[in-house]
């Protein structure tokens, strides 16, 4: 069965950092691009970050200013949202989700996880 | 960015009958790259169709979406007690990917 499990989301207070990690199974993961997308309480959805199958191209939500950064280790099977210079903006639940193709555009995204929170806090 | 605009904000009907939801998208969508999502608060969204009319795998033909340039449509027929949610239209042309801010179909 095709799965995504989050972890990493936990209080966090402004200005802190924040790792997210993404566990993959059941899929060809090394194949396939990937992306994260929030829902801050009370929003809609909201795509944060994409990353193409190898990891050679990420994209990014212009209103992320570079804060951001998406990666993958192909070899864990493992999608990872390193988040620096927190903002109380941020705090959302936090989806992985699976394109079905080598990019994170001109695939749709077909497989999500559950999410992982995140919230942002003194 | 493309920018896409959802309408109406809130459906508000009772099962049985025919839902309508429009999005309509800033810049041309070449190849239709449009999708729709259903989203229960606090599931995983749902991915319904892809490139503007195809279903995905599992959604029953009740779903269907048509459009293309910059107005897309999804048409929910027979609403049935599941069916009531929040849905996204979403262009995966280029990065950044963007949603629209949703329709809320809600029992009447």
């Known amino acids: 069965e095709e799965q995504l499990v989050e972890s990493g989301g936990r209080v966090v207070r402004p200005g802190g950092s924040l790792r997210l990690s993404c566990a993959a199974s059941g899929f060809d993961f090394g194949d396939l691009a990937m992306s994260w997308v929030r829902q801050a309480p009370g929003k809609g959805l909201e795509w944060v970050a994409g990353l193409n199958w190898n990891g050679g191209t990420a994209g990014y939500a212009e209103s992320l200013q570079g804060r951001f950064a998406i990666s993958r280790d192909n070899a864990k099977n493992a999608l990872y949202l390193q988040m620096d210079s927190l903002r109380g903006e941020d705090t959302a639940l936090y989806f992985c989700?699976?394109?079905?193709?080598?990019?994170?555009?001109?695939?749709?995204?077909?497989?999500w996880g559950q999410g992982t929170t995140v919230t942002v806090s003194s | 960015e493309i920018v896409l605009t959802q309408s109406p904000g809130t459906l508000s009907l009772s099962p049985g009958e025919r839902a309508t939801l429009s999005c309509r998208t800033s810049q041309r969508l070449t190849s239709n790259y449009l999708a729709w999502y259903q989203h229960k608060g606090g599931q995983a969204p749902r991915l319904l169709i892809s490139?503007?009319?195809r279903r995905a795998t599992g959604i029953p033909d009740r779903f269907s979406g048509s459009g293309s340039g910059t107005d897309f449509t999804l048409i929910i027929e027979r609403l049935e007690p599941d069916d009531f949610a929040v849905y996204y239209c979403q262009q995966y042309l280029t990065s950044p990917q963007t949603f629209g801010q949703g329709t809320k179909v809600e029992i009447k």
């Open positions: 989700a699976q394109h079905r193709g080598p990019y994170h555009y001109t695939y749709p995204m077909h497989l």
């Open positions: 490139g503007a009319s």
